[in-house]
RNA sequence: GCGCUCGUAGCUCAGUGGAUAGAGCACCGGCCUCCGGAGCCGGGUGUCGGAGGUUCGAAUCCUCUCGAGCGCGCCA
């Protein structure tokens, strides 16, 4: 359902030489002049005229129709009054026969996706920057699955590592009886121990807590055991808490198997043969990316393996890296905090250099938190887990109130799936790649630009729905569709599939966001403007209950896509 | 120092070549004897960080510059 295609037809019958990319049309700027606009520069250049003459010549030459009710030349723009009614039909039949999928163009019907996000150490909890991670992750999912992917959700389980061989050494022979917050507590403790500027400071454990590292990579049976026990627990704490946001993964992908992973040869291999690759003075294996592409000092230099020959993160990443490209998907997709930007473009030169394919990465800036007493500089300051709470409490105040006549499992519920919204809605409604501004009042807020408002529409239509009951699916020829409110909201469902589209292709989930706030708005505005269950006839009554119907499903669609539920009740 | 990203209203953000740059928050007025007031309507606020350039046309593209965030050899 393209309005646009109907109007661009008989242009390009009247004028030789012009496709439909040519005719750049748009909403009109206003209303009272008009439903629709088209921007003549292009397609006037093309034909060899002057815009404001072009756009003459069509207004006096093309025939429009039935679809048109005015054309009007403004200088070189031109202005359409269209038969609201006709359209209203079409984009109102649409969304009723697509329903679910309404807003997919199924472009990647048939194909495969394999995405990596999330992936924090095992031994913190999430917190509130590193869930941005999560939560683009999730909606980036959730946006490729309705274009039509098979999409397969990964994390890359860091289950070696110097932080977990001190947990280990920490926690034994314990471990049965602990919990996760448990284990977070002892790894702050384990820290400080082995951390030579504190008082807690001890030599010897810093040292066991290596040595357990060392065994662990030589794969000593008993200690990979105690390793995995440990890990287990920690994932199993994280993703609980994830989980309370929606969030889910296929496979887990632990960095222990790569160790020691065959390809790693080859990569060492395809680098000699380049002179890309040495052993310095203390022994460490390193490449010089200057060798393979790298244009500047800074960053030139990336180690793979120590002077004791035990390997680094990014050596153990680029196996990890060569397996998931060998699972063939159509697009490979990995998520990664900013600062992680130089160390991916290492990883694709020395992937390069291979001869190997090179997944893409995708960046969110951190979140900071507004000056304060207790701000650390990120937003890793504040547990992911306090944030739901918070959130959660918020919201339960505003439900007992407001849903007094309901149980109160059900009230429980539904504050559950509204601070959800709030917490998702205001980190993914900004754009990736600007640093967000974290700020308790603002994000737990209900009111205004924030997903708590959007799930207010749903409700609200839903209530009506309910007095309604069952809705008509066939829609009138005539439907009288024709008020401005009534318009406006529509010729936005009718932009969803291109919303959708762009935000998949650019990656950019923020889009989702900003559509379904403006759509809300709208239909607030035309609920407030047009009586919909009290209208003054019958079709009209019918009809206006069509338009909510197709604006309800058009923001459980948008909603979906954001890892928020559209409600009943609220 | 070098590289990447960002800079739009008092604050938080939309707006990736087209008409008079838009929302929310905050502030001031209205609006529930009509379908849910987590709402709606109205009121004003801008050197689009700055300077050049490209273009019929620039918040948007290019160059320079200032400011902020992040990163830059044995952390993951």
């Given at each position: 359902m393209n309005l646009y295609s109907v109007l661009a037809a008989p242009i390009m019958q009247q004028f030789d030489g012009l496709v439909e990319s040519d005719l750049d049309f748009a909403p009109s700027p206003k209303l009272e002049v008009g439903d629709v606009a088209l921007r003549t520069f292009i397609a006037a250049k093309k034909v060899g005229m002057a815009p404001p003459q072009f756009a003459q010549a069509i207004v006096e030459q093309v025939d429009f129709g039935t679809s048109v009710i005015e054309v009007k030349a403004a200088g070189p723009y031109i202005n359409f009054k269209l038969n609201r009614s006709q359209f209203a039909k079409s984009i109102v039949s649409t969304v009723f026969d697509q329903?679910?999928?309404?807003?997919?163009?199924?472009?990647?019907?048939g194909q495969t996706m394999l995405i990596e996000h999330t992936s924090i150490n095992p031994n913190a909890s999430p917190h509130v920057g590193r869930a941005r991670n999560a939560m683009y992750g999730d909606s980036l999912v959730r946006l490729f699955r309705f274009d039509g992917y098979d999409v397969d959700v990964h994390y890359y389980v860091n289950d070696i590592g110097r932080q977990i061989g001190l947990l280990v050494l920490d926690t034994e022979g314990q471990l049965d009886e602990l919990t996760f917050d448990d284990v977070l507590e002892a790894y702050v403790k384990a820290n400080d121990r082995a951390n030579p500027e504190k008082p807690e400071y001890d030599a010897d454990f810093e040292a066991a807590g290596y040595e357990m590292l060392a065994k662990m990579e030589k794969g000593d049976p008993e200690i990979a055991a105690k390793f995995t026990q440990v890990t287990d627990l920690c994932l199993a704490g994280q993703l609980a808490v994830l989980a309370r946001l929606g969030i889910e993964y296929d496979c887990f992908d632990k960095?222990?198997?790569?160790?020691?992973?065959?390809?790693l040869d080859e990569i060492v291999k395809a680098l000699e043969a380049k002179k890309a690759v040495f052993t310095d003075e203390d022994n460490r294996l390193v490449v010089d990316l200057s060798k393979i592409g790298?244009?500047?000092?800074?960053?030139?230099y990336f180690v793979l393996r120590r002077g004791n020959g035990s390997s680094m993160y990014g050596f153990r990443d680029l196996a990890y890296t060569i397996d998931k490209m060998s699972k063939g998907a159509d697009v490979n997709l990995q998520v990664f905090g900013e600062d992680h930007k130089l160390y991916a473009e290492q990883l694709e030169l020395i992937l390069k250099a291979a001869n190997k394919p090179v997944p893409e990465s995708i960046y969110y800036a951190y979140i900071l938190l507004k000056?304060?007493?207790?701000?650390?500089?990120?937003?890793?300051?504040?547990?992911l887990e306090d944030f739901l709470d918070q959130a959660a409490e918020r919201a339960q105040v505003k439900i007992d109130e407001q849903c007094a006549d309901m149980s109160e499992e059900e009230r429980k519920e539904i504050a559950r799936k509204i601070s959800i919204s709030a917490v998702r809605f205001s980190i993914l409604?900004?754009?990736?790649n600007k640093s967000v501004i974290f700020d308790w009042e603002s994000s737990l807020?209900?009111?205004?630009?924030t997903g708590p408002y959007v799930q207010y529409s749903t409700a609200r239509i839903n209530s009506m729905l309910r007095k309604f009951g069952e809705v008509p699916t066939e829609i009138a020829d005539d439907i009288p569709l024709t008020a401005d409110a009534e318009w406006a909201l529509m010729a936005h469902l009718a932009t969803f599939t291109d919303v959708v589209a762009q935000a998949t292709s650019s990656r950019n989930v923020a889009a989702i966001g900003v559509y379904a706030l403006e759509t809300a708005r709208l239909f607030t505005s035309f609920y407030h403007d047009c009586p919909v269950l009290v209208a003054e006839t019958e079709e009209l009554k019918v009809a206006r209950v069509q338009l909510c119907k197709a604006t309800l499903q058009t923001l459980t669609n948008a909603l979906n896509l954001l890892g928020i539920e559209a409600l009943e009740r609220m």
């Amino acid at each position: 359902m393209n309005l646009y295609s109907v109007l661009a037809a008989p242009i390009m019958q009247q004028f030789d030489g012009l496709v439909e990319s040519d005719l750049d049309f748009a909403p009109s700027p206003k209303l009272e002049v008009g439903d629709v606009a088209l921007r003549t520069f292009i397609a006037a250049k093309k034909v060899g005229m002057a815009p404001p003459q072009f756009a003459q010549a069509i207004v006096e030459q093309v025939d429009f129709g039935t679809s048109v009710i005015e054309v009007k030349a403004a200088g070189p723009y031109i202005n359409f009054k269209l038969n609201r009614s006709q359209f209203a039909k079409s984009i109102v039949s649409t969304v009723f026969d697509q329903g679910d999928s309404f807003g997919s163009s199924q472009g990647g019907a048939g194909q495969t996706m394999l995405i990596e996000h999330t992936s924090i150490n095992p031994n913190a909890s999430p917190h509130v920057g590193r869930a941005r991670n999560a939560m683009y992750g999730d909606s980036l999912v959730r946006l490729f699955r309705f274009d039509g992917y098979d999409v397969d959700v990964h994390y890359y389980v860091n289950d070696i590592g110097r932080q977990i061989g001190l947990l280990v050494l920490d926690t034994e022979g314990q471990l049965d009886e602990l919990t996760f917050d448990d284990v977070l507590e002892a790894y702050v403790k384990a820290n400080d121990r082995a951390n030579p500027e504190k008082p807690e400071y001890d030599a010897d454990f810093e040292a066991a807590g290596y040595e357990m590292l060392a065994k662990m990579e030589k794969g000593d049976p008993e200690i990979a055991a105690k390793f995995t026990q440990v890990t287990d627990l920690c994932l199993a704490g994280q993703l609980a808490v994830l989980a309370r946001l929606g969030i889910e993964y296929d496979c887990f992908d632990k960095e222990s198997k790569y160790l020691d992973d065959p390809s790693l040869d080859e990569i060492v291999k395809a680098l000699e043969a380049k002179k890309a690759v040495f052993t310095d003075e203390d022994n460490r294996l390193v490449v010089d990316l200057s060798k393979i592409g790298h244009d500047r000092d800074e960053g030139r230099y990336f180690v793979l393996r120590r002077g004791n020959g035990s390997s680094m993160y990014g050596f153990r990443d680029l196996a990890y890296t060569i397996d998931k490209m060998s699972k063939g998907a159509d697009v490979n997709l990995q998520v990664f905090g900013e600062d992680h930007k130089l160390y991916a473009e290492q990883l694709e030169l020395i992937l390069k250099a291979a001869n190997k394919p090179v997944p893409e990465s995708i960046y969110y800036a951190y979140i900071l938190l507004k000056e304060g007493k207790m701000s650390t500089r990120s937003g890793e300051g504040v547990l992911l887990e306090d944030f739901l709470d918070q959130a959660a409490e918020r919201a339960q105040v505003k439900i007992d109130e407001q849903c007094a006549d309901m149980s109160e499992e059900e009230r429980k519920e539904i504050a559950r799936k509204i601070s959800i919204s709030a917490v998702r809605f205001s980190i993914l409604r900004v754009n990736p790649n600007k640093s967000v501004i974290f700020d308790w009042e603002s994000s737990l807020s209900f009111s205004g630009d924030t997903g708590p408002y959007v799930q207010y529409s749903t409700a609200r239509i839903n209530s009506m729905l309910r007095k309604f009951g069952e809705v008509p699916t066939e829609i009138a020829d005539d439907i009288p569709l024709t008020a401005d409110a009534e318009w406006a909201l529509m010729a936005h469902l009718a932009t969803f599939t291109d919303v959708v589209a762009q935000a998949t292709s650019s990656r950019n989930v923020a889009a989702i966001g900003v559509y379904a706030l403006e759509t809300a708005r709208l239909f607030t505005s035309f609920y407030h403007d047009c009586p919909v269950l009290v209208a003054e006839t019958e079709e009209l009554k019918v009809a206006r209950v069509q338009l909510c119907k197709a604006t309800l499903q058009t923001l459980t669609n948008a909603l979906n896509l954001l890892g928020i539920e559209a409600l009943e009740r609220m």
